[in-house]
């Protein structure tokens, strides 16, 4: 076999061939277009020739007993469509190379012994269809990137330790069908807003995790869904007071052991078997519901397997609630008698208290001001306006480059790019190329090549981010600056990208209209504007002047956070740059490393160097 170089297809599922993969598959197959080892009894690794298998479109190696690491070099599959290596015991991370799979409709990695997160870069798989990573150990968050998953039809995450909330960047998923979230520990309130684009959502799990709050009343309408599982966490609300409707499809529901209260609704005729066990519902039960509904530990009147009275009494009094009693006479205490010495002192005692603590606060105020002024006089006296330095009088030697970030390795830097591939290319800048990078552990960034003929045009850009630390500016998370040919610069990546792209929306590929920006964002970025320039003009000394705000220089993050970028015009302002005291006073520092009068520190450039521009 190993002489069938030509070889298209290769099943072989379900046929027994105990041992291991020859590791010449990935080198003498390379005609290989399907290679299915489904239950086969495989042990041993996966060998990394197969990534050499340039034409393989699938490749399923589930139901066997594969050990080790999920090898990096499947990433180069570029044309491969199904990955399915399920029911393993494959250890370690998925490999954040992942992302490069461009053509990958389904990636099935479930029930093996994997660790670590989701690849951000996994967002950027927008042909796949099914992700299945459920009965692993993996953990954190979710990232937001998975609501770049345009045509996901099926989501299976259950069975792992992720944490935190359910973001509204899943409400992207219009085509998604089944969203399974079970055994977790996801926590936090959970949004309407989330599902009310979902209109193709059949099933949902999200039972065994720490979900809280109202339970979204949107959840109650879908017609579209068939299955409903939230057992074990705990929500809470009431079954919505609405009509039936006949056209919607009869549905399963499991609100089991969670908080939800009041009576029993219309609306539960919609389903063919509702759990409501272990909650606090009270009333009577209608004969219908009792048809469908599980109703053993509530607050119902006349019915078996109920909680105590005291339990359903304590719950609905701590939420000020009506309780029925279980149609019980309700023991009232005898009134409290009038005591009017008492009810002086009630009087009384909040008066002084709060007169005691205005007093107190003007104190810490006077105290504040007049250290705050001491400061700021002293410091007057020892800073001196510093002007923008020359490039030439800057060594590398200078910089804080402990406050830069972290150092990388050529090495790590082609990596991350995949070696400076064309498809990493972002734009060419005056300053050098930037690239779209995935470091090691998964992160998405940007890296700027510093070609040699402007290779000292870091150097300005490194002096502004050692003295200056605000969240308003592009974080550079890092350098590379022991290659004498080239310098580089690692920059967090904005996943929303500049405003420009966001506020001149176009028609997708697909002919469906883009979204565009509501006023309440456009709002919170003009303000996240307002507070860079002002830290700019009002908190550095000597205050500076950024000469090119534009769309294109405000970056949003996944958040639409504003980041400001395009740093390259950045100048030392011209004339009086002395404040007045008070003003100066009441307008204090915004970030922790900064001096008392703002950030004093010199930016670097001469005059034509502060108009070449810094990329970022």
């Not at 041993?44 to 050499?52: F, H, K, M, V, Y």
């Not at 469509?81 to 250890?91: E, K, Q, Y």
């Not at 009134?335 to 009087?347: A, L, V």
């Not at 790590?412 to 400076?420: D, H």
């Amino acid at each position: 076999m190993a002489n069938f170089s030509s070889l298209g297809y290769f099943n072989a599922s379900r046929f027994s061939l105990p041992g291991s993969i020859p590791e010449w598959f990935g080198v003498r197959l390379s005609g290989l277009k399907v290679l299915d080892l489904r239950g086969c009894s495989i042990v041993g690794g996966i060998p990394n020739s197969l990534g050499n298998l340039s034409s393989l479109a699938v490749l399923d190696l589930s139901d066997n007993g594969l050990t080790g690491f999920v090898p990096e070099s499947l990433s180069r599959l570029e044309g491969l469509s199904v990955l399915d290596l399920s029911r393993n015991l494959l250890v370690g991370s998925v490999p954040a190379s992942f992302g490069f799979l461009r053509n990958l409709t389904l990636l099935d990695l479930s029930k093996n012994n994997l660790s670590g997160f989701i690849p951000p870069d996994i967002g950027f798989l927008t042909k796949l269809e099914v992700l299945n990573l459920s009965g692993n150990g993996m953990s954190s968050l979710v990232p937001s990137q998975l609501g770049g998953l345009s045509s996901l039809v099926d989501l299976d995450l259950s069975f792992n330790s992720f944490s935190g909330s359910l973001g509204l960047d899943l409400r992207v998923l219009r085509n998604v069908r089944r969203m399974v979230f079970g055994n977790n520990r996801f926590s936090g309130s959970l949004s309407g807003k989330l599902f009310a684009e979902l209109t193709q959502l059949q099933v949902i799990v999200l039972s065994h995790n720490d979900f809280s709050g109202e339970f979204p009343d949107i959840l109650w309408s879908m017609p579209s869904v068939r299955f409903l599982d939230v057992s074990e966490n705990m929500f809470t609300g009431t079954l919505p007071n609405s009509s039936w409707t006949a056209t919607a499809s009869p549905a399963v529901y499991n609100l089991s052991e969670n908080m939800f209260y009041g009576d029993l609704m219309d609306v539960m005729r919609r389903f063919s078997v509702i759990d409501l066990s272990n909650n606090y519902f009270k009333g009577k039960v209608s004969e219908c519901a009792r048809k469908s509904a599980i109703l053993y530990r509530n607050c119902f009147r006349g019915e078996s397997s109920q909680r105590s009275v005291a339990a359903c009494a304590s719950f609905y009094s701590k939420r000020r609630l009506p309780f029925d009693n279980f149609g019980l006479p309700v023991k009232r205490p005898p009134p409290p008698k009038f005591d009017e010495k008492s009810q002086r002192n009630t009087i009384i005692l909040p008066v002084v208290l709060g007169g005691l603590g205005l007093i107190a606060i003007v104190i810490i105020f006077l105290l504040l001001l007049i250290l705050c002024t001491c400061k700021r006089r002293i410091t007057n006296q020892r800073v001196t306006s510093v002007g923008p330095l020359a490039t030439d009088v800057i060594p590398k030697e200078s910089l804080q480059l402990l406050s830069l970030g972290k150092g990388f390795t050529y090495q790590q830097i082609l990596r991350a790019t995949r070696e400076f591939s064309d498809a990493n290319l972002i734009k060419h800048g005056r300053s050098g190329d930037l690239f779209l990078g995935v470091l090691e552990c998964g992160v998405c960034v940007v890296i700027k090549r510093i070609s040699s003929p402007v290779k000292d045009a870091y150097l300005p850009e490194l002096n502004f981010f050692s003295n200056v630390s605000h969240p308003r500016f592009v974080p550079l998370l890092g350098h590379c600056l022991n290659n004498e040919s080239e310098r580089f610069l690692i920059y967090k990546y904005m996943l929303k990208g500049d405003l420009s792209s966001s506020l001149y929306r176009t028609e997708s590929s697909d002919g469906a209209s883009l979204p565009s920006l509501d006023w309440i964002t456009r709002l919170k970025i003009a303000i996240g504007v307002a507070e860079a320039l002002s830290y700019l003009h009002h908190e550095c000394t000597p205050p500076l002047v950024h000469r090119d705000v534009r769309a294109s220089s405000i970056f949003l993050d996944d958040k639409f956070e504003v980041r400001l970028g395009s740093l390259n015009e950045v100048c030392a302002q011209e004339g009086n740059i002395h404040q007045s005291r008070i003003t100066r006073l009441l307008r204090l520092p915004q970030t922790s490393e900064q001096g008392p009068s703002g950030s004093e520190f010199p930016l670097a450039g001469t005059e034509e160097g502060r108009k070449r521009k810094l990329p970022v």
